[in-house]
């Protein structure tokens, strides 16, 4: 089944104490693209300026990315400008340039319009609510956000709430948004506006799947060398949504098996500077990291009687 994902499509410039990469292929919708797309077929919605290197794009095209919602404006691309630290967990935003994303209105081509799964990626959370008023009744929707969008727009993102099945956050995007320290009740917070199932992730110490009542944790891959950690959540979100597209299955054991999809393509993200490893990786390493998530959880509990 198709996922529709509406989020940026970026030039971002990271540095990482690995190396630097200027006016590369980012933004949350390419990530989630770029991953979902080893998956599930993919029709992505978002905007890009006149100096966008269109045929940069080309790899996303092969995969099976549908970009007739990608809209190409005059004036200048959305760019990002990021640096880690040697605590690669969090990202330090030098700089976001909105370009043509300040005007952008999202336009949802007729064929998109009855897409069961839908991904919002992070965005302007006004134009996240503008896209839900032109789908019909997809199957899942399921949002993201992040620090920029929570300072300036938390109004708008409570009220979408109400209107997703699913969002996922980090740990400090979670605290920031239900002003709650406690992840615990940040969920419960979460979960009380809407969605029914709330992820939180953790970078490298893996993530939480909450609902009103039960908790599912996976762990991170522990990966030896992680190059450039950004995309790693837009790239979960891409696995994630993606395995549940592919199924079509919306039990619980399959949004747990999804969790664990969703961390696998986390792992692939960060291994490479921008979607570098994801347009390399094919099924049968995707297969095997799963097969990996498998052996490291596993355990045979001795439990009384
Ligand atoms: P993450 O998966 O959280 O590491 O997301 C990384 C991507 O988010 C980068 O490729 C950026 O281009 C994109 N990004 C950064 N800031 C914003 C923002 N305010 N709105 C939308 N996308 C953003």
């Not at 134009?127 to 009744?137: D, I, N, T």
């Not at 597209?245 to 792992?267: F, Q």
Request: glycine share 10%; net charge negative.
């Amino acid at each position: 089944m198709t996922v529709l994902v509406v989020g940026s499509v970026a030039l971002d410039s990271v540095e990482t104490p690995f190396g630097k990469a200027d006016d590369v292929l980012g933004g949350s919708a390419t990530f989630f693209s770029a991953a979902a797309s080893h998956l599930t077929p993919v029709q992505l919605v978002g905007v890009v300026g006149s100096d966008y290197p269109m045929d940069k794009l080309r790899p996303l095209v092969d995969r099976g990315v549908d970009l007739g919602g990608l809209e190409q404006a005059e004036g200048e691309s959305f760019r990002w400008r990021g640096r880690y630290r040697h605590d690669l967990n969090s990202a330090e935003t030098l700089e976001t340039r909105l370009g043509v994303f300040s005007h952008f209105r999202p336009k949802i081509p007729e064929a998109f319009r009855n897409a069961p799964f839908v991904f919002l990626a992070n965005i302007d959370p006004r134009l996240q609510l503008e896209v839900l008023k032109q789908v019909s009744r997809p199957k899942l929707v399921a949002c993201d956000t992040m620090n920029f969008w929570i300072e300036s727009r938390r109004p708008d993102l409570i009220e979408l709430l109400g209107h997703v099945d699913l969002i996922t956050l980090n740990d400090g995007e979670a605290r920031q948004l239900t002003e709650t320290s406690n992840l615990v009740k940040a969920a419960r917070w979460l979960l009380e506006r809407g969605p029914t199932h709330v992820i939180i992730k953790k970078g490298e110490h893996g993530a939480f799947m909450f609902t009103k009542d039960s908790v599912f944790f996976a762990p991170a891959y522990p990966l030896e060398d992680v190059f450039d950690p950004t995309g790693a959540g837009d790239s979960f979100a891409g696995g994630f949504i993606g395995y549940l597209a592919r199924s079509g299955d919306l039990s619980e054991a399959s949004l747990r098996r999804a969790v664990i999809y969703g961390s696998a393509m986390g792992s692939f993200a960060v291994e490479r500077f921008s979607i570098g490893r994801l347009m390399e990786i094919g099924s049968a390493d995707i297969a095997r990291r799963v097969g990996e998530f498998h052996r490291l959880v596993s355990f045979e509990a001795e439990l009384p009687g």
